[in-house]
């Protein structure tokens, strides 16, 4: 096919594609992780979300539905973000692992006593070490990936596009064991907007 005749039906498709076919593969991969991170999250006294770039933007769709859900949320990086402590959770992503400010917040977190959970596409990177159990690979191209063997798409949209979603994916789970309907959680909703 012709550059010229790809139109947005064809990328929508393709897209669609690939993000049901690497969710497809986490699930059946690794349903023990899934599970890990999800009991984390709902037992966590508190959450903090990190990524960065396109992997934050993400976390912070995340966070809010978990707020949305009545648990105590915060973005790193924020002017009111507190200091994380023990028992508390450090939710990350980042596609190869190795973000250096990302893994220094993972260290920190680890080392006051509190748990990481990380979304990434290395198994074996220094925030998966980090998290152990409570990693979530998605196998998905990283940003630097150019040989369109993993994804056709452009440096890490389909891992972000999968983080989006396993956000999403998370809160529907707890949403679920959580018993609330819909009605409790809306008053939560920004109203200043």
Request: glycine share 12%.
């Amino acid at each position: 096919m012709d550059v010229m005749e790809v139109g947005l039906g064809h990328s929508l498709g393709l897209v669609s594609n690939e993000v049901s076919t690497v969710l497809g593969s986490v699930i059946r991969t690794d349903p023990v992780s899934l599970g890990r991170v999800a009991d984390l999250v709902a037992d966590a006294p508190r959450v903090f979300v990190l990524g960065a770039g396109r992997s934050g933007l993400a976390l912070r769709m995340t966070a809010m539905r978990l707020m949305h859900l009545g648990l105590d949320v915060h973005v790193v990086g924020e002017t009111t973000t507190p200091a994380i402590s023990r028992g508390d959770l450090l939710l990350v992503a980042s596609g190869s692992g190795t973000t250096s400010g990302i893994v220094r917040a993972a260290e920190t977190a680890v080392g006051v006593g509190a748990e990481v959970a990380t979304i990434t596409t290395d198994g074996s990177s220094p925030l998966a070490s980090l998290s152990g159990s409570a990693t979530i690979v998605v196998p998905a191209a990283g940003k630097l990936d150019r040989s369109g063997a993993a994804s056709a798409q452009y440096a890490g949209s389909l891992f972000e596009q999968a983080v989006v979603l396993i956000g999403d994916a998370l809160f529907h789970a707890l949403w679920a064991r959580s018993g609330q309907d819909a009605d409790a959680l809306w008053p939560r909703h920004s109203n200043l907007e």
